[in-house]
């Protein structure tokens, strides 16, 4: 199995604050990888596939970047419903796996 | 727009076999578009994909439960479903279902608590 690690596990900002979230993959997946956001109680949603394109409908405060095995998300001038848990996908090969997660917590 | 709804008990005894169903609407799961998949979250392995199924009812299971699970269709019903035997605490969580093009996560269902438990 392809092991994706995420760091951090968690993080503490503030609003308007820039962040960077990222993952690792154990084997290179190209650009086969995509980033969910989680809001407690709920489904993840998609934001961005393929490493940097941004789903319909996301803000573009939110950005992707890497290839190969790392990869991280942006998050631009932080808004309070960005505070949830972010979670890495590789899409390369079965098994897929997910990264165990960032929380992103207010300051 | 696909919507998804997962159905099933809350509550399964362990060794016995859970029984999940997703219903589908916003379209027909008898097309090539999108993939089936489920996908559980417990607080010890967070995500994990556990399997899909394709509209002519081919199959991709995880390594780790292809020996307990079964994947399958009804396209009478525009479902989709899942079978897990010999459950044991480690099998608790939430359960999703989701349709995916590529391996891309779209469309999920709200998900469905399902425990373990004598």
């Known amino acids: 199995d392809i092991q994706m690690t995420q760091s951090p596990s968690s993080l503490s900002a503030s609003i308007g604050d820039r962040v960077t979230i990222t993952c690792r993959a154990s084997q290179s997946i190209s650009t086969y990888l995509n980033w969910y956001q989680q809001k407690p109680g709920k489904a993840p949603k998609v934001l961005i596939s393929?490493?940097?394109s941004l789903e319909s409908g996301v803000p573009s405060r939110f950005s992707g970047s890497g290839s190969g095995t790392d990869f991280t998300l942006t998050i631009n001038g932080l808004r309070p419903d960005d505070f949830a848990t972010y979670y890495c996908q590789q899409s390369n090969r079965t098994p897929y796996t997910f990264g165990q997660g960032t929380k992103l917590e207010i300051k | 727009q696909l919507q998804l709804q997962e159905s099933g008990p809350g509550l399964v005894k362990p060794s016995e076999t859970l029984s999940l169903t997703c219903n589908v609407s916003?379209?027909?799961?008898?097309?090539?578009?999108?993939?089936w998949n489920w996908i559980r979250q417990s607080p010890g392995k967070g995500l994990e994909w556990i399997g899909s199924i394709y509209y002519r009812g081919a199959t991709n299971y995880h390594p780790s439960l292809k020996s307990r699970v079964t994947l399958s269709l009804d396209t009478s019903k525009n479902q989709f479903s899942l079978q897990l035997r010999s459950l044991t605490a480690a099998d608790t969580g939430v359960y999703f279902c989701?349709?995916?093009?590529?391996?891309?996560?779209?469309?999920w269902g709200q998900g469905i608590l399902v425990t373990v438990s004598s």
């Open positions: 916003g379209g027909t799961i008898n097309s090539p578009t999108h993939y």
């Open positions: 989701s349709a995916s093009t590529t391996m891309i996560l779209y469309y």
């Open positions: 393929t490493a940097s």
